[in-house]
Each structure stands twice: as structure tokens, then as C-alpha cells.
């Protein structure tokens, strides 16, 4: 939540995580009671503390394998063809295609 109130991010960010709208009006809720957050001229805004919980935040988990940065995708993994062979995907079965017409 601070992460994205910081880079002036999108709630939907939040909700592909699996966190409804309701939730994050609580977790609005508790930041700002916590002194995380506060309402400036009806702007959101991370405090000094919210800065500090996040970077406290950041160093504790992030990730300092680069091999675990990206993780193999195995659902659509082609087996070894031969060398002469020309492989050409089902355009319907391409699922990262599906998701950006989805989106516009």
C-alpha cells in the first residue's frame, strides 16, 4: 500500500494481488492512523515514517537471487523439434495476448 501511494501507483495494483476495494479503504484507514499516510489538500501522501516503514520494508524483502527474478513459465513450453521443423503458435492460445486485448 505504501509503495503505491509513493509512486503515485494504481489500486489495481493492489487488487491483482487479491485484495478487494474494501480492503483498501481499511488499509487506507490504518496507514493513516498509524501516521503512515495523510490527506494533503485531498492528495494521499507517505510521511517521514511511511518513507522509513518502506524502506524498512524494501530491504527486508527484497529479492537478491537474480535467478529468482523471473520465473521459468512451463504451461507453454514447447518440447525439442527437429531442426527442419517451423514452429508457429495457435494465435488464440496465446494467453499474454488474450490478457492485452482484454485490457484495451
Known amino acids: 500500500m505504501l ?7 494504481s489500486v489495481k495494483r493492489l487488487t491483482r494481488e487479491g485484495i478487494d476495494f474494501s480492503d483498501v ?10 501516521k503512515l499516510l495523510e490527506i494533503d489538500n485531498r492528495n494521499l501522501i507517505v510521511t ?3 518513507i ?3 524502506a524498512d520494508l524494501e530491504l527486508e524483502f527484497k529479492n537478491h537471487r537474480k535467478e529468482d527474478w523471473i ?14 521443423v517451423i514452429f ?17
Open 52 to 54: 522509513e516503514v518502506l
Open 71 to 84: 520465473q521459468e513459465e512451463k504451461d507453454s513450453k514447447v518440447g525439442k523439434l527437429d531442426k527442419n
Open 25 to 34: 479503504a481499511q488499509l487506507t484507514d490504518i496507514a493513516i492512523a498509524q
Open 48 to 50: 517521514q515514517k511511511g
Open 3 to 9: 509503495d503505491v501511494v509513493a509512486k503515485n501507483g
Open 88 to 104: 508457429v503458435p495457435n494465435q488464440n492460445e496465446l494467453t499474454f495476448l488474450l490478457d492485452k486485448v482484454k485490457e484495451q
